[in-house]
Each structure stands twice: as C-alpha cells, then as structure tokens.
C-alpha cells in the first residue's frame, strides 16, 4: 500500500505525490477498479488532481463514492 508522505496528499483521496524530483506532473491520481489499481493520470497542482479523481470515481461508482469536492458533483 502507498502511503501518503505529504501532508497535502491527505487531504485529497485518490491523490499522491510523485517522489521523483526532477517529476514534470508530480501529482498522480488512481482509482480501485475490480480489484486492480488503476491509473487515472498524472497532474500539476494537488487541486486538479483531486478533481480528476472526483471525475474518474463519479463515472464508476456514482452515488456511492466519497469524493474529494461533493458541492461540486455532477
């Protein structure tokens, strides 16, 4: 299991910084998908990164996913 070292990583499911410094999109988003990991993409800022997971979650789970910005669900 990937264990969030950033304390911005925290606050956003989904969401984890890439450890590699020299990283163009260092904030990653996965989602579990029948029981596999799966990559969703790699973002700029924690912010879209969060939302990207809202997007890919809401398209998989709908109702029954916990969502990073709900005021914002479609």
Partial sequence: RIQATCPETRQ???VWRKHRANSQRPWVVRIWLSGAQTYVGSYDTAIQAARAYDTA???AFHDVTKLNFPEEAR
Wanted: charged residues 0%; hydrophobic residues 50%; without cysteine.
């Fill in 12 to 14: 956003y499911i989904g």
């Fill in 57 to 59: 979650s809401w398209a």
